[in-house]
């Protein structure tokens, strides 16, 4: 394990009616961490934390919340411009509503440079080309608006705009889960392919447990805002605590058409398998 690039301690979110994530804690070093979980377990929240926008009237709290050296939580708006882009970026989940739809890709990429460094005109151009490349596509994309692109398109340019400044961490959030099958697997492998050649951290978002068993080290497995199990990504398919368990088995292929999938019990209590994960 390398020098933690994030450390997250007894990470706390509440709102007035509910707390959305309780006592989280996670460490994300040079490796590729997945948080999973059913919708509304509190895997988007905590990366809204680490990226500062969790909105009011939320209130983030947490023992130590900590970015490439940065307590986010003594943060003010100065530093969290020069740290967002820079150190951390992040890839939403849909580009759809994430890009603007009245400015071309060429606009939305320069964007993302102007925010963060002082380059010339050519100099952009130099770099918002190359970075088209690097995600897959050719220079006739950068004329383009969101609403030419397809999904599939989209989500590649939300790659290039969140690596436009090299960033050491980049969280995506859910960036497959609009996509089919075949672009969910070229998504996850271009990424995969860009940490490793940056040397990039990634925290990853999804309830796609066989592509996170594939292109991840670790998994942390979220449950009613809580922790419930950690293990290393390819020991998914062995995994014991019944909420893991359930979410590997219940997925649905060719194999098990027209055969109900497993439930889980949840009025069994998992005390035993939630002490080891924690």
């Known amino acids: 394990m390398t020098e933690p690039r994030v450390i997250v301690d007894a990470l706390n979110i509440d709102y007035p009616a509910a707390r959305v994530v309780n006592n989280l804690s996670f460490t994300l070093g040079n490796e590729r961490l997945a948080l999973v979980g059913e919708s509304g377990s509190g895997k988007s929240m905590s990366a809204r934390a680490l990226m500062g926008l969790v909105r009011q009237p939320g209130v983030v709290s947490a023992r130590q919340l900590n970015v490439l050296g940065n307590d986010l939580l003594t943060l003010n708006n100065r530093r969290w411009q020069a740290l967002r882009g820079n150190g951390i970026a992040m890839v939403l989940q849909d580009p759809r509503y994430a890009l603007n739809p009245v400015k071309n890709v060429a606009a939305q990429l320069e964007e993302a440079l102007t925010l963060h460094q002082s380059l010339s005109r050519k100099e952009r151009a130099e770099r918002v080309r190359e970075m088209i490349h690097a995600v897959g596509l050719n220079d006739a994309v950068l004329a383009r608006y969101p609403g030419e692109l397809s999904g599939g398109m989209g989500q590649r340019i939300m790659i290039a705009i969140a690596l436009m400044n090299n960033p050491q ?110």
């Open 169 to 278: 961490v980049l969280i995506a959030d859910e960036p497959t889960s609009a996509l089919d099958a075949r672009l969910r697997n070229q998504i996850l492998e271009l990424l995969v392919q860009q940490c490793e050649q940056r040397q990039m951290a990634m925290l990853l978002i999804s309830h796609d447990l066989p592509l996170v068993a594939e292109h991840c080290d670790r998994v942390l497995v979220m449950y009613q805002g809580e922790k419930v199990d950690e293990m290393a990504a390819n020991q998914l398919p062995q995994a014991t605590h019944p909420y893991t368990r359930t979410l590997w088995t219940c997925r649905p292929d060719a194999s098990t058409y027209g055969q109900m999938l497993p439930t889980l019990d949840r009025t069994q209590p998992w005390e035993e398998s939630n002490n080891g994960a924690r």
